[in-house]
């Protein structure tokens, strides 16, 4: 009886076999994964996280000296109510990794002024966009809803901005209930009641000057900083009979961070309109130090 034959072994197939099988597909060295349809292999590479894991404590992030200045009716007040009202309330939100705010309100014989400041931390949940590009596309629809648009150079909104345009977006869900004092829709910023475009009590737009109550240079507008993407609106209209009431509100994003500093002030005079400059002055200070703070 003849001895079974045994199987020749073949070096060089086996070889070949390893390398056509270690070319199949299976995850890259840096843990991408590897596309092997045909028209050649292809990696996916997940979006940057934000820069931004966590927002600071909201009440505590204006100084005590900017709260002095921005709250003149505060100063007249006895000293355990001071600090109560320079302490501020804090909004209510549901997680606040992801967004806080806080407002301040004092009254003194000239005006009332109130101050409301939101930071939201945007995340992305596709992984191809990553949490900076995902914020960017939420500021510029607040952008938007302001009737401004950040290709216009010159500063001019590209659009009729109406009261309620300013309120679309700008602090909007903080929740801080203090609103209504000065006759706004809590969280909008727009004038309760409001239907007509922002400006004068007439409806005449509020980057349009009217009996000089908008001096050149101080309509809505994009502005240049601070953070990544920034613009500036300021709306005048009448609260109740006859009370003038303006509301600047800068708007700007840093990586994955957008912040609102939304700064009213309502005369308590039925001649004297706010100054559009001052208020615009002291908002854009205050949205500078938020954004130095965010960086340190």
């Not at 996916?44 to 996280?49: G, H, L, V």
Request: aromatic letters at 4%.
């Amino acid at each position: 009886m003849q001895p079974k034959a045994r199987k020749a072994y073949v070096p060089g197939l086996a070889a070949l076999l390893v390398v056509v099988a270690g070319c199949s597909g299976g995850s890259g060295a840096d843990g991408a994964v590897t596309d092997t349809k045909p028209g050649g292999p292809t990696t996916a590479t997940a979006a940057q996280p934000g820069k931004y894991r966590t927002l600071t404590e909201p009440c505590g992030s204006v100084p005590r000296s900017m709260l002095k200045d921005l709250l003149p009716g505060a100063a007249s007040l006895p000293e355990d109510q001071q600090a109560k009202t320079y302490d501020g309330t804090a909004s209510v939100t549901y997680d606040t990794d992801r967004r806080v705010g806080c407002s301040w309100k004092a009254t003194s014989p000239d005006a009332s002024n109130q101050l409301v400041i939101d930071l939201e931390r945007v995340v992305s949940y596709d992984p191809a966009v990553s949490d900076a590009d995902r914020a960017q596309a939420v500021y510029t629809t607040k952008e938007t809803a302001a009737g401004l648009s950040s290709s216009n150079a010159s500063g001019t909104p590209s659009g009729t901005p109406t009261a309620s345009g300013a309120g679309t977006g700008i602090g909007a869900g903080m929740g801080t209930g203090t609103d209504t004092a000065l006759g706004t829709t809590p969280g909008s910023g727009a004038p309760s009641g409001s239907g007509t475009p922002s400006g004068t009590p007439s409806g005449t737009p509020s980057g349009t000057p009217s009996g000089g109550t908008t001096p050149d240079g101080l309509a809505p507008r994009v502005l240049d900083g601070p953070g990544d993407d920034a613009f500036l609106d300021d709306v005048l209209a009448r609260a109740g009979a006859a009370a003038q009431r303006r509301t600047v509100s800068v708007v700007f994003r840093t990586s994955n961070v957008i912040v609102t500093v939304r700064y009213t002030e309502q005369s308590a005079h039925l001649a004297v309109v706010p100054d559009s400059k001052e208020l615009q002055d002291k908002a854009r200070g205050l949205a500078e130090t938020l954004n130095e703070q965010l960086n340190e």
